[in-house]
């Protein structure tokens, strides 16, 4: 009887002492903010899923997923402690997004930011965090602007536009030279004349002032370099312009609504380049495929992900159908690089032990993330401290996919760039619309 | 060349497809003085009544535009005798607050009602059909139909104003709505009818334009600030004005490609390079001030 | 002086509305000591600078009777005036400010001479007119960023610099408004009372009786559009340092032109309060129910429902907006 009260004394004090250790596993809060709304909604769904998939998979302990943020439930080194994402939606409003990053910061009390695809928008919202002293990492914009701030509480894990435009030309150059698959060499000068039309904020006049900078280093001839809006619900007359300069080559830099539209008034006038080449955004999303179907077939776009990486990267295959299951589509370029940036605070916190933001500061410099791990077909990630792009990824890359009609009659994208993870053979030139 | 012809053709029918979203403008103004602000966004509905209805029942869009028509009617008539009833007793600066709450209103519901992304129209007689007439002129399928439902529906408009018994009734009250009213005309009605014409032809355009464009819920208030510069470039009122000014703004958003003509035939560098493309608008509004401060009344107008 | 005494007599209200705004002006002064919501102080900054906004139209549109839905040009040109002389030349706000003012006040009468020839819907798509014009200009000008606009380096500036007014918190910002805040009520009370102020009704009333009297109408309205154009452009210049990016498409946009315009008509255009009671309800509107209920996917747009059904109750049945219903409810108890 004393010996059965007595171990019920122990089990009543371990039953206080430890749930009250248990119950002091710490939630993380990072604010996502995200265009939920407005022309960029899609895209904002998209990358809203891809955070919440990956702090899904950090929270949770799921064995047939090859990350090491699969294998523990929560922040290892912090107890476990849990991730908990609290969006918030921008609608494409660069004021509005700081007002939303002061709130996340201020009130809601977040230990990280996360966010905003649109460049416009990141410049604002990373302004206020670094102002405060929060750090945040931005998964998804691509202006090259934007860490060239010197900004000491940003980081990067997309490659920018800077790469992703060289790419472009280096792609160029190859095609010429019979570097590609499927097609033989032919002389450069048949491929000399370019167009370009960009949408005119932060992103795509960066783009635009890119390709003028490529164009006359790589020594191809620029003949017509507009800039549009993208809200323009009619955009014949800027194709006309493109059309009369008689270009073999036509770049694109749009959002989903405008890149959807371009390709239709395109084909309407009957446009013939030999190329046409959209630098991701509109021209990845399932938008895009669904809208126009057949007739986007030979068209090129930058990507940073494709359902074709699952044949180079099992992870991300494993990924891509806990993707699948949950919206119904593939992981793009903007889903898989909201879940890399998210995954990329997990290791960043994995690595920092606390949410001290000097801690954080800290692991984020001096992070490696080995290319193993992350979905995207990147050598790892790892940011550069130094020099004229600090918070920069430096190990991260672009791709160039085609759309083409696979067997089945599905369209797929197939990649063409880098030359030696081609998928299938380039369909060139361009077919008839 | 071809340039210059096809921004000709392509300005023409781009003028005569605005011409139509004007005329609706241009009678309500003319019959009761107040301008609708929410111009821009019963074409908006217009647009996705059309959009919906040939999902819905698989129609051919074309033979949608009744169903839009009768939409357009209804909703106009009861916008007047809902509100701007209302509003009409009161100083202009109520009518104009009134109606801007309405375009709010209007946009806001359908965000509320069809989410903020594109919706287009991918099946159809008329979709993604053009015919190349040569000379470089490419005549898109849907654009040509707008243009020529245009032309049938001005037509049938002015018929209406000047050969027909409750169009003089229309006329009366727009000229003098006291008098009228001595006349035993029931103004009243009229000012209903003016709003149920008004928003039934621009509902009608809307499912027409569907055709070529993609619909969104913001896109109303383009669209209204271009009727506005059509009907005051082409008189406050005037319904043959208003088919004239569509043809001079449609041909003025092709400044572009009259400036890439010039380019190529006089080969001159720094015109390629100056960005006329992103002005295309900013024409429009231009002559819109040049007019009214030059000459108010506009080509045709009889009100001031 | 009289100007000043002028300025600070408010006793042609009756005592209750004194003693109210003297209520919450206290509120105001004392809230961001105590207010633990950087949300509400964020909110509160918003509603000044669209107190301002509205009380800068009502000279025009209020006191004046012409409906002027132009005023984002004049936001802009603050706006750029400030963010440019600053990047380029560290120039501080405190100077870069009034020279906005001055640029901005000069464009009034370049385009306002012209404009005023104009009259009710006319004029009113004129000024929608000049201002999406200047607007598609700033989106090309490479000087003034062009479309991507001008960012004001965070970390360049030490905060608190109270001369380029670069700070980090809030609260510094909602201080340095109020004041303006303040200011502007000031000034508002001597317009009032001044003689264009009784120009303006009485050109507001009857035109034509007015000019017969003498009164240069078109040189009033002009002056009147000025001063209406100097309060825009001097929160557009705190604009550019608060938010420290602009572009055209967020800055001059016409939806701002609208948004400025509907605060000052909801309030009541033409009364001392409207503009400022405009702006306290839909402000603090805009925000929490946006909060509420913008997150929820499935509801999104119904904050600007509610607003835009507010505007029109308002506009079919007290076309003189709030102030004029209160006034209404006033006369009729005294009677």
């Known amino acids: 009887m004393k010996s059965a009260f007595r171990f019920l004394s122990v089990l009543l004090i371990i039953g206080l002492i430890v749930p009250a250790g248990a119950l002091a596993e710490k939630e993380i809060k990072i604010g996502a903010i995200y265009p939920l709304t407005g022309g960029a909604a899609a895209a904002g769904r998209e990358l809203r899923a891809g955070a919440e998939l990956a702090a899904e998979i950090a929270n949770n302990v799921m064995a047939d997923i090859n990350m090491s943020m699969a294998k523990n439930g929560g922040i290892k080194s912090m107890g476990g402690a849990k991730i908990t994402i609290i969006f918030k939606d921008h609608e494409g409003n660069p004021t509005l997004g700081a007002d939303l990053a002061k709130k996340l910061i201020l009130d809601d009390k977040v230990d990280g930011l996360l966010g905003c695809y649109h460049s416009s928008v990141t410049k604002t919202v990373s302004a206020v965090a670094e102002q405060h002293g929060i750090p945040m990492i931005n998964g998804t914009s691509t202006s090259p602007a934007l860490t060239k701030r010197g900004f000491k509480w940003f980081w990067r894990t997309t490659p920018h536009d800077v790469w992703f435009t060289k790419d472009l030309f280096e792609f160029l150059v190859g095609l010429s030279g019979g570097k590609v698959q499927g097609v033989k060499s032919f002389p450069k000068k048949e491929l000399l004349n370019i167009a370009s039309a960009c949408e005119n904020s932060e992103w795509g006049s960066f783009v635009s002032a890119l390709i003028k900078d490529f164009a006359s280093e790589y020594k191809f001839n620029l003949n017509k370099s507009l800039l549009y809006s993208a809200k323009a619900p009619d955009l014949s007359s800027e194709v006309r312009s493109l059309k009369a300069a008689k270009p073999d080559v036509m770049m694109f830099a749009s959002y989903t609504s405008d890149a959807i539209l371009m390709v239709k008034t395109l084909k309407a006038q009957k446009v013939q380049p030999k190329i046409i080449w959209g630098q991701d955004a509109g021209f990845e999303k399932p938008e895009f495929r669904s809208t126009l179907g057949d007739s986007i077939v030979g068209i090129l776009t930058r990507t940073v992900f494709l359902p074709k990486v699952v044949d180079i990267k099992p992870v991300a295959g494993q990924v891509n159908t806990l993707y699948k299951a949950k919206t119904g589509n593939d992981l793009g370029g903007a889903s898989a690089r909201a879940f890399t940036g998210l995954q990329t605070w997990v290791h960043v916190l994995e690595k920092a032990g606390s949410t001290k933001p000097a801690d954080i500061q800290r692991a984020a410099n001096a992070i490696n993330i080995p290319g193993a791990e992350l979905v995207v077909p990147w050598a790892g990630i790892k940011f550069s401290t130094s020099g004229a792009e600090m918070g920069q990824n430096t190990l991260g890359s672009g791709l160039i996919g085609q759309y083409q009609k696979g067997p089945d009659g599905q369209l797929v994208l197939e990649i063409v760039y880098p030359f030696d993870v081609a998928s299938a053979d380039m369909i060139y030139p361009f077919p008839q619309f | ?304 | 002086m009289e100007t000043i005494k002028n300025a600070l007599d408010f006793s042609d209200f009756p005592r209750i509305d004194l003693i109210i705004a003297t209520t919450i002006l206290i509120f105001l002064l004392t809230f961001p000591l105590l207010s633990h919501s950087a949300f509400a102080t964020a909110t509160a900054i918003q509603f000044f600078m669209f107190s301002l906004y509205g009380m800068g139209w009502n000279t025009i549109g209020g006191y004046g009777g012409q409906v002027d839905l132009g005023k984002a040009q004049y936001v802009g040109i603050g706006a750029y005036t400030t963010a440019v002389m600053l990047i380029r030349w560290d120039i501080p706000f405190w100077i870069s400010m009034p020279i906005g003012m001055c640029l901005a006040v000069g464009w009034s009468f370049i385009i306002g001479y012209p404009l005023f020839r104009l009259k009710g819907h006319y004029f009113a798509i004129a000024t929608i007119a000049t201002s999406l014009v200047l607007k598609a200009l700033f989106e090309v000008w490479a000087f003034v960023g062009a479309a991507r606009g001008l960012e004001i380096s965070p970390i360049k500036y030490i905060p608190p610099d109270f001369l380029r007014l670069i700070f980090k918190d809030d609260i510094y910002y909602y201080y340095v408004i109020l004041g303006f805040f303040i200011l502007g009520i000031f000034y508002m009370n001597w317009f009032r009372k001044s003689r264009l102020g009784f120009q303006l009704r009485c050109i507001k009333d009857n035109e034509d009786v007015a000019q017969s009297l003498g009164i240069n109408v078109r040189w009033a309205k002009v002056k009147t559009y000025a001063i209406a154009t100097a309060f825009v452009s001097l929160v557009g210049s705190f604009h550019a340092c608060y938010i420290k990016a602009i572009e055209p498409e967020d800055t001059m946009s016409l939806d701002i032109s609208i948004l400025i315009a509907l605060m000052a008509m909801l309030g009541g255009a033409g009364s001392l309060w409207g503009p400022i009671i405009g702006a306290g309800i839909l402000i603090p509107l805009k925000s929490y129910l946006k909060e509420w209920l913008g997150a929820t996917a499935g509801l999104v747009g119904i904050d600007l429902i509610i607003y835009a059904l507010i505007i029109m109750l308002v506009s079919a049945f007290e076309p003189r907006g709030i102030w004029g219903i209160i006034d209404k409810v006033r006369r009729r108890k005294r009677k």
């Open chain 2, 1 to 304: 060349m071809d340039i210059l012809l096809s921004s000709i053709v392509a300005g023409l029918l781009f003028g005569m497809v605005l011409a139509i979203v004007a005329l609706g403008l241009t009678i309500i103004f003319g019959v009761m003085d107040i301008v609708n602000f929410a111009h821009g966004e019963f074409l908006m509905i217009g647009m996705y009544t059309g959009l919906l209805t040939a999902q819905a029942t698989g129609l051919e869009p074309l033979l949608t535009l009744p169903v839009a028509a009768a939409v357009g009617f209804l909703l106009g008539v009861l916008c007047y005798f809902g509100f701007i009833k209302f509003l009409l007793r009161g100083p202009m600066i109520a009518q104009l607050l009134g109606t801007f709450g309405l375009m709010l209103f209007l946009r806001n519901l359908a965000l509320l009602i069809f989410g903020s992304e594109d919706r287009a129209l991918h099946h159809g007689v008329l979709v993604g059909k053009s015919f190349d007439i040569g000379m470089g002129i490419i005549l898109p399928a849907t654009k040509l139909a707008a243009a020529g439902l245009s032309v049938v529906a001005f037509w049938g408009v002015w018929i209406l104003m000047n050969r027909t018994k409750i169009g003089n009734a229309l006329r009366a009250t727009a000229l003098n709505a006291q008098g009228a009213r001595y006349m035993g005309i029931p103004t009243e009605r009229m000012n209903a009818l003016a709003w149920g014409i008004g928003g039934g032809t621009v509902t009608v355009a809307g499912a027409l334009i569907v055709n070529f464009w993609s619909v969104n819920p913001f896109m109303g208030l383009l669209f209204t600030m271009i009727a506005f510069a059509i009907v005051a470039l082409g008189g406050f009122g005037s319904v043959p004005g208003a088919f004239f000014a569509g043809l001079v703004v449609g041909m003025i958003t092709e400044i572009p490609g009259f400036w890439d003509f010039m380019t190529y035939t006089f080969n001159l560098d720094w015109m390629a390079n100056v960005p006329m493309t992103s002005f295309k608008y900013m024409w429009v509004y231009l002559a819109y001030f040049l007019i009214m401060v030059v000459r108010p009344r506009g080509l045709f107008g009889w009100k001031q």
